[in-house]
């Protein structure tokens, strides 16, 4: 009987620039697996993983992707961090994907590969390890608790804690993070901690246009929130800390929560508030550099890192954060690259937000404080070689080396 179509794909897909079968004379394969990725909606995950592909090729490791997508068309895209597999998305449940077509696809990928690394939540990776019965080395990096969805937790936890227990490594984003969940602080043995980091140079220089006319629409000097809209993203404080002041604000991203906050924005009349929506790297890049500051306001453990903190403080930015016991405040340290109020406090957001709109020269020197941060613990080099000794570690022990 001749294989499935998607099958098909996925063998053509990664035989395709792989040379040699021989380990010991072509690249360290990977397979990188979670239930969405670009070009569908983005958000900080999603960019987490690409730059982890970015920041690993010059140590000579090759990445694919295995996703779920609505549309799934076309199956196979070519990027510049490897090639995304995409098996049809049938059902969504409480933000997870769930696929009928997914399991021979991602079979034939987890032969092409020496290490699947998963990215965690998303139950329905836990099922496809189950059921195909995967027996490569795995590397699960443990970006959230499952914080909203207790009772579903009830039924997951099962599947979830076999799991967590067959993988070879798992890796917490911060020291905050590993110390604080029950469900790292259980697998205490198997822990590794890799900050997620960033390649600048795979962020587009915006034109002189482009800058000019991100600066017409927006000026300069705003609050710069960028993310996905979530709930637990705290921007209904963040909205309400600009009342009645001149503080603007500029909400740059997508989701759930949008036409909700939306609607409220418009029937409050809150004039210095404004969404753009999803926005191009370049004319992320150019908002960023207008900003007075990053504002990252979230109210739950479900921000487990913040990659847009990360950005900030990449580009010199200074930041405000929530401390929420996650790695926000790992990348944000109050006072030395900007400062950090309680959640879902309006009048400490709007005080840490009149100090750096009044202050530049402190708004510049926690900027500056930033960058050096950034350049010691959360660069490319710094990701890709912390990455690339543990898939080699991984692929040594696997070989009995």
Known sequence: MPEPRATQNARAGAQEETGSDDQAHRPLRVLQVYRTYFPDPQGGLQEAIRQGCLATRPFGIQHRIFTLSPSATPRIIRRPEGLVYRARQHIEITSSGFSLSALAPFRALVGWADIIHYHFPWPFADLLDLIGQVRKPKLVTYHSDIVRQQGLLLLYRPLMSRFLRRADRIIATSPAYANSSKTLQAHR?????????LDEHAYPEPSPSQAQATEAQFGRDYFLFIGVLRYYKGLDTLIQAVRGTSLRVVIVG???EGPRLKQRAREQAFANV?????????????????CRAIVFPSNARSEAFGITLVEGAMLGRPLICTELGTGTTYINRHDETGLVVGPNDTE???????RLHADRELADRLGRAGRQRFEQLFSAHALGSRLAELYQRLTQANRGG
Do not use: N, W, Y
Not at 189 to 197: A, T
Not at 348 to 354: D, G, W
């Open 274 to 290: 404004h969404f753009t929506g999803i926005v191009s790297d370049a004319t992320k890049v150019a908002l960023i550099r207008h």
């Open 254 to 256: 997508d989701g759930p």
């Open 189 to 197: 043995d198997k822990l590794e901690i890799v900050p997620l980091g």
């Open 348 to 354: 400490a957001l709007r005080q840490a937000m009149q």
